[in-house]
């Protein structure tokens, strides 16, 4: 295997690695937040607000990420990020009270911060030069779904044998085990400059400003829901006899169906374009969140994969379409814009809902959810014709 070759693939696993490994330790808040409601007697407003505080600190420093990765190197951000995420998990299993809580969620938010910016970047830059950029984003965004599926999944499991305390601790050692996996796998810095210098020859996509603001917005109403739906989800579940055992299970059959849905949306939006694959997924989410408020657990479980296909698929879409409307050399940025807009309307749409989920109910704000999913469908076409364009 020559240079080039080594520094693809190790690009590829470390990135990988890192998506797996943050966005488990980011969606397994939702199987702690019904034990933390049941531990601190808080509202369903204060449980949006400990969720939000983690995807808000996540989405509010990205741009800063990528601004100071020019100056001490992505890949020092990216293992440091990842070490203070493990660190503040830590904290987490030591809180007393919501206040430490809160703290520890908003560092592990801060740490991040660095993984989607950063890492996107080093696989676009790593393989840009020689091809497959589309390709190699899609297996990156697939590994985040895989952690989404094992890290909740575990977790749930863990709490009916061990504390929340003692679980919350064992993830903790799992984000400074991957950072320290990070340290050995990533390509020095000389390594990352040479293939950045080729990458840059011919990054670049039509740089179309209004088209990457449409973008933008389709992928924070898409987020928005999606962040909203599963801040409800074990609520829902719960209201249907669910334990935390079956919570875990859920969310794991759900971020199945999204890990697939990822690769398989992939494929459909190079098949049939970015338009009509987002209104099909859109559309498809739409109805079968409503179906989840109205069905019994069983088959609201068996309906979970589906969902999840639907549900997670579309961002797959997206995230792929960010580097055609790209300004040339600007592909850090427009990345870190994307996932600021996604992730901020992520962090604040529990905080929003959670508050009618106070006052109307669960199910109510649930379908309000889905109605505001099918705003993205007019964004989707100004997004098409920038492309086609």
């Known amino acids: 295997m020559n240079d080039t070759q080594n520094v693809r693939r190790r690009s590829l696993i470390a990135a990988c690695s890192a998506h797996a490994i943050h966005d488990g330790l980011?969606?397994?808040?939702?199987?702690?937040?019904?034990?933390?409601?049941?531990?601190?007697?808080?509202?369903?407003?204060?449980?949006?607000?400990?969720?939000?505080?983690?995807?808000?600190?996540?989405?509010?420093?990205?741009?800063?990420?990528?601004?100071?990765?020019?100056?001490?190197?992505?890949?020092?951000m990216l293992i440091g990020g990842t070490a203070l995420a493990g660190i503040a998990y830590l904290i987490a299993g030591l809180a007393g009270g919501i206040t430490v809580l809160l703290?520890?969620?908003?560092?592990?938010?801060?740490?991040?911060?660095?993984?989607?910016?950063?890492?996107?970047?080093?696989?676009?830059?790593?393989?840009?030069?020689?091809?497959?950029?589309?390709?190699?984003?899609?297996?990156?965004?697939?590994?985040?779904?895989?952690?989404?599926?094992?890290?909740?999944?575990?977790?749930?499991?863990?709490?009916?044998v061990v504390s929340w305390q003692a679980s919350v601790t064992l993830i903790g050692c799992l984000g400074l085990a991957a950072a320290a996996l990070l340290w050995w796998l990533l390509p020095t810095a000389a390594e990352s400059a040479r293939h950045?210098?080729?990458?840059?020859?011919?990054?670049?996509?039509?740089?179309?400003?209004?088209?990457?603001?449409?973008?933008?917005?389709?992928?924070?109403?898409?987020?928005?829901?999606?962040?909203?739906?599963?801040?409800?989800?074990?609520?829902?579940?719960?209201?249907?006899?669910?334990?935390?055992?079956?919570?875990?299970?859920?969310?794991?059959?759900?971020?199945?169906?999204?890990?697939?849905?990822?690769l398989l949306c992939g494929y459909l939006?190079?098949?049939?374009?970015?338009?009509?694959?987002?209104?099909?997924?859109?559309?498809?989410?739409?109805?079968?969140?409503?179906?989840?408020?109205?069905?019994?657990?069983?088959?609201?479980?068996?309906?979970?994969?589906?969902?999840?296909?639907?549900?997670n698929g579309t961002s797959s879409v997206l995230y792929g379409t960010v580097p055609e409307l790209a300004d040339a050399g600007k592909r850090e940025q427009a990345f870190a814009r994307f996932y600021t807009g996604t992730i901020g309307g992520g962090a604040l749409a529990p905080v929003l809902f959670g508050r009618l989920g106070d006052v109307a109910g669960v199910p109510v704000a649930v379908m309000a959810l889905a109605a505001l999913l099918l705003l993205t469908l007019p964004l989707s076409h100004r997004v098409q014709s920038s492309i086609d364009s």
């Open 103 to 160: 703290i520890s969620l908003l560092l592990g938010g801060l740490g991040a911060s660095t993984q989607h910016p950063l890492a996107s970047s080093i696989v676009t830059d790593a393989h840009e030069a020689g091809g497959g950029v589309k390709q190699a984003l899609a297996q990156y965004n697939f590994a985040g779904d895989i952690g989404k599926t094992l890290v909740p999944g575990a977790v749930g499991l863990l709490l009916v």
């Open 269 to 311: 939006g190079a098949r049939i374009g970015m338009m009509k694959t987002v209104w099909i997924t859109e559309s498809a989410t739409a109805l079968l969140i409503l179906l989840s408020v109205w069905l019994p657990l069983a088959p609201m479980m068996a309906m979970l994969p589906l969902l999840g296909l639907a549900l």
């Open 26 to 76: 980011t969606d397994v808040i939702y199987v702690l937040l019904p034990v933390w409601q049941a531990q601190f007697a808080i509202s369903l407003a204060m449980v949006g607000l400990l969720r939000g505080a983690y995807s808000g600190m996540m989405a509010g420093f990205q741009l800063l990420a990528s601004r100071l990765a020019r100056r001490w190197g992505r890949e020092r």
């Open 196 to 262: 950045h210098a080729a990458s840059a020859k011919v990054a670049g996509g039509k740089g179309s400003a209004g088209g990457l603001r449409a973008l933008i917005a389709t992928g924070v109403l898409d987020s928005a829901v999606r962040m909203g739906f599963l801040t409800f989800l074990p609520f829902l579940l719960q209201s249907k006899g669910a334990g935390s055992a079956g919570i875990g299970i859920a969310l794991s059959l759900l971020f199945v169906g999204g890990a697939f849905g990822k």
